[in-house]
């Protein structure tokens, strides 16, 4: 009887840290949850969709599937950087506007060709967009790229920071 009397406690707080961990998941939906409703709450603010507010607003309107790095389009997409972007950033000290490396750290892939190929109604409607303007006070300009031209630079960006690492 005293060792049953024992085991007892010991059943309960088993039975208690094993029903805690079950409410992890439990917590993560919630969580999960909780965030997805305010980035709704900002995007509807802005007069964004959830989509918009995470990968930016232009003509990439879905997920990209980026894959292994392509080195031809590492190369294309560094001439296109030297040629385009320079005079206003360089990859690792903010010049005009800020510095690239690790922006793919920073940006979605989607954000970054968004802000590339629609410059002006990103600073006009994206909260961090925004946000960069105040800071640089000079606004991005539309370098006449294509979207092809804009994933060779979103390619190089890749490059660059995977080489880092």
């Known amino acids: 009887m005293k060792k049953l009397m024992l085991l007892i406690p010991g059943i ?3 039975l208690f840290l094993l029903s805690c961990g079950g409410g992890k998941k439990e ?3 919630t969580a999960s949850k909780t965030d997805m409703m305010k980035k709704e709450r900002i995007a509807k603010r802005f007069g964004l969709t959830v989509f918009e507010l995470d990968n ?3 003509p990439i ?3 990209l599937n980026l894959g292994p ?5 590492v190369k294309e997409g560094k001439a296109l ?4 972007c320079v005079s206003c950033h360089k990859l690792d000290e903010k ?3 800020p510095a690239q490396r690790d922006v793919v750290e920073r940006r979605s892939p989607e954000y970054i060709m968004n802000m590339i190929l629609n410059p002006d109604e990103m600073l006009n409607k994206h909260p ?3 946000k960069m303007l105040a800071i640089y006070k000079t606004r991005m300009t539309f370098q006449n790229v294509t979207k092809e031209d804009a994933r060779k630079i979103l390619e190089y960006f890749r490059a660059v920071d995977k080489e880092k690492k």
């Open 128 to 130: 961090e967009a925004k």
């Open 61 to 63: 309107k879905e997920k």
């Open 69 to 73: 790095i392509d080195p031809k389009m």
């Open 56 to 58: 930016g607003i232009g």
């Open 81 to 84: 950087f030297e040629t385009k």
């Open 27 to 29: 917590a993560s939906k």
């Open 12 to 14: 309960f707080i088993t």
């Open 95 to 97: 010049l005009v506007g």
